[in-house]
């Protein structure tokens, strides 16, 4: 049960504690618990002075002390290019060898598809060179290559075009042109993960053995479980992280979901108290956080990590340690759109993953980010109003609670030209919000591209199904029943197993639509 316990409280935020950590240990942290390729200490390091100045008490305008120095966050010198990294696109155990796969990352519209030939994952623009139809559109051929279904054409793993059924047989081989070829990506599988770099230059082709993206070696621990998830989300990447790195907002957005520690002095109904967070390492890469209960670790652009250190006590008392982290993947999609990947290893209660199907932790897991989604989809709009790089006038950010989000913010100032670059693929406006029911659905934001809910869909649809035919068989036999040709017991038993089948129908239908489909979340009632 303490296992069972554990795992149903991991969510995408860190649960609040009271109690401060020992002093962060840096070598700890980053060569045993998450051996990044890229080293977060690299160039410039700007020790956070710039967050000791918070305070958990509110701070007037006219503090010298506010937490947000123009001066610690002008641009600097060494800049983060967001075409220069690897991108997560999917968790492989929600993508089907059998067909292509469309996503966007960094509004670059991509294919993704299994060419057996090789035995690889392929990543190719999302587009025809004939006349730009979608190639996630397409399907595999009996030859194991890609092919656009608008004309036919088909595509070998390196890109090229291997048949153009138009083409005159006799003719000059019009499929070797260079303009017939699909710009093909560099990509890799690392953790689990299908990860690809944003760009088709030549230079790239080779980009792997020079820069990988960052390992968790708890993911690829086979003592670790490590069920993912993935969820495209209504609001920007930006809105993303700095949610995820907020622990302050759980015992509120989240009442009624997820368990947090309960403070000896709740100074209201929901248990909200002061947090001690701080920042210890911040440079280009990155930056590192104690949380008090927890160690975090930013690795710019994507990847919030989070585990809980053990003590020395604690080293000393047990052979066998429990230990578990909150790994966040944020994607940036396009402007109001972010996707998110997580996992949430652990090397304890791992018996519960092979008797739980993964899609029952998902509708937990799918309504902590539901909970909060409107509230962050319009906060979203009302910083685009005032402009990103206004963020610090906006919005006053007096307590350490908010230490981590003012990092994330500074570091985007500082090291990232203040926001995601589109390349001038979009206005800068975002989307118009859409009615609420398709803000917050759940089928085509999660349910079609997780293998394990999509099937369970299917399958309670059919349970559904089969439940309202066994209804209506089981009336439409006592109906048709002679008086006096079954005993009445067998008769009584056919009429109720045929309300009973409809009225299980009817409760699977509303499960189905409230977990697979759409739950909306009123917090004046909780």
């Known amino acids: 049960m303490e296992a069972m316990s554990a795992f149903s409280v991991p969510s995408f935020h860190i649960p609040i504690a009271l109690e401060t950590q020992t ?10 618990q998450l051996h990044s390729k890229l080293p977060l200490n690299s160039g410039n390091t700007s020790k956070v002075k710039l967050f000791t100045a918070l305070s958990s008490s509110p701070l007037t305008e006219s503090s010298s002390n506010l937490p947000w120095d123009e001066s610690e966050v002008e641009a600097d010198s060494k800049k983060f290019d967001w075409y220069s990294q690897w991108y997560a696109l999917m968790p492989l155990c929600d993508l089907d060898k059998r067909a292509p796969h469309a996503k966007k990352v960094m509004g670059i519209d991509v294919v993704i598809w299994w060419d057996r030939n090789e035995g690889e994952w392929k990543v190719f623009d999302d587009a025809c060179p004939h006349r730009l139809a979608p190639l996630s559109e397409g399907r595999i051929d009996q030859w194991g290559r890609l092919q656009c279904v608008y004309h036919g054409w088909c595509f070998n793993g390196s890109g090229d075009c291997k048949f153009i059924p138009q083409a005159p047989r006799d003719g000059p081989p019009i499929h070797t042109s260079k303009k017939a070829c699909v710009a093909a990506y560099p990509s890799t599988v690392q953790n689990d993960i299908l990860w690809f770099w944003p760009s088709t230059d030549p230079q790239y082709k080779d980009i792997i053995t020079r820069k990988t993206p960052p390992f968790i070696p708890e993911i690829d621990d086979p003592s670790y479980s490590s069920l993912m998830g993935n969820r495209e989300i209504a609001y920007g990447y930006e809105v993303l992280i ?8 759980v015992p509120y957005a989240h009442r009624g979901i997820l368990n947090t520690d309960h403070p ?11 947090l001690e967070l701080s920042i210890e390492e911040f440079d280009v890469n990155g930056f590192t956080a104690d949380q008090g209960w927890s160690k975090g670790k930013f690795m710019s652009p994507s990847i919030f990590y989070v585990y809980k250190p053990a003590s020395s006590d604690e080293t000393k ?27 949430f290893p652990r090397n304890f209660g791992q018996w519960i993953d092979k008797i739980v199907p993964r899609w029952m932790f998902h509708v937990g897991q799918n309504l902590i980010l539901d909970s909060d989604l409107y509230l962050l989809h319009v906060e979203e709009k009302k910083i685009m109003d005032v402009g990103q790089e206004n963020w610090h006038k906006a919005c006053f950010v007096p307590t350490k609670s908010d230490a981590l989000v003012i990092a994330f913010r500074k570091w985007l100032k500082k090291y990232a030209g203040g926001q995601v670059d589109w390349r001038g693929k979009y206005s800068g406006a975002l989307p118009p919000t859409p009615p609420r029911e398709q803000l917050l659905d759940r089928y085509w934001s999660h349910v079609v591209n997780c293998k394990s809910c999509n099937l369970a869909y299917k399958s309670l649809n059919v349970a559904e199904v089969v439940l309202q035919i066994i209804s209506v068989a089981a009336i439409g036999i006592v109906a048709a029943m002679k008086q006096g040709a079954v005993s009445a017991v067998t008769r009584n038993s056919m009429v109720v197993l045929g309300v009973l089948s409809f009225v299980l129908s009817r409760l699977l239908a509303h499960f189905i639509y409230k977990y697979l489909r759409y739950h909306d979340y009123n917090h004046a009632f909780l």
């Open 23 to 32: 002093p962060f240990k840096k070598s700890m942290f980053l060569k045993s």
């Open 242 to 249: 700095e949610n995820l790195m907020d622990p302050a907002h």
């Open 264 to 274: 000896k002095d709740k100074l209201d109904r929901k248990g909200g108290t002061p």
């Open 317 to 343: 008392k047990l052979l066998f340690q429990k230990k578990f982290a909150l790994i966040l993947i944020c994607i940036p999609v396009s402007p109001g759109n972010s996707r998110l990947i997580w996992c």
